[in-house]
């Protein structure tokens, strides 16, 4: 059995996620791994050509959703000495993106909360969730505790 | 956040048992954390009183069958100098009575594996499935691979 050598945290910016972090910082520490970190932003349909009055609109927000996701990253990552190459914000799918990320980058332990952004205690968050279902690598999942 | 102090093993004895029980005992070794292993055997129904002559049947299987998993487990715990405290075997919902197991045992981590015992690639086991929902700890789902 190998050693845990790059370590993924599934970020979500919510109250919660310093827990996520902090856990897989320390594991990657025991296990002198590299650690990398992605926030997927849930993706939502650009609006019909018929209203294209809104197309602008909708990619003015995703651009400005994108920055904003990217500069939160940033923030984390500096903490942690994490160069821009471990750092990864998009849209899409955040269990599928997830996954992907984590196969296309040789990740072997995924790190996640275990509940989403607005969770009810006790809930698997569905991006947990859709993570444990698809990872073909390890996933640890950081029960989230009211502090 | 406190260091992993206590980590339970969920055990099913299928052929990728020791994947998860490599693991878990790795993780307890960095940690210098107390390490426990449960197995718990799908519960099922005594058969009613108008069958009689097959309660006593059931219930001679139901002592088989735990004393072939306390064997086993004994046998598991013995390479890993596992005390008996630390050790259960017993009838019931497996993710339920795992879980209970954690929460009276003040364990911080259960280690499980990510398909079930006849799982097909890709399909979160139903125990590790229901572990994650209802934990209160942190769970690590190791994916079983074929060796």
Redesign the interface.
């Known amino acids: 059995?190998e050693?845990y050598q790059h370590i993924l945290i599934a970020a979500d910016f919510s109250e919660h996620s310093q827990?996520v972090i902090?856990?897989a910082q320390?594991i990657a520490e025991?296990?002198q791994a590299k650690l990398s970190i992605c926030h997927i932003i849930e993706d939502f349909p650009i609006a019909d050509f018929a209203y294209e009055p809104m197309i602008s609109v909708d990619l003015d927000m995703r651009d400005a959703m994108l920055d904003s996701g990217k500069k939160h990253i940033a923030d984390i990552a500096k903490k942690f000495d994490l160069p821009t190459a471990n750092q990864w914000v998009e849209f899409g799918s955040p269990s599928l993106n997830i996954v992907s990320l984590a196969n296309d980058n040789k990740v072997d332990l995924i790190v996640v909360g275990?509940h989403g952004r607005h969770g009810i205690k006790?809930?698997?968050g569905s991006t947990?969730?859709g993570v444990?279902?698809?990872?073909?690598?390890?996933?640890?999942?950081?029960?989230l505790t009211e502090q």
């Not at 279902?133 to 640890?140: I, N, P, Q, R, T």
């Open positions: 059995m050693n827990q902090n856990r320390e025991r296990y275990s006790l809930l698997l947990a969730n444990l279902h698809h990872a073909l690598c390890d996933v640890l999942a950081v029960r």
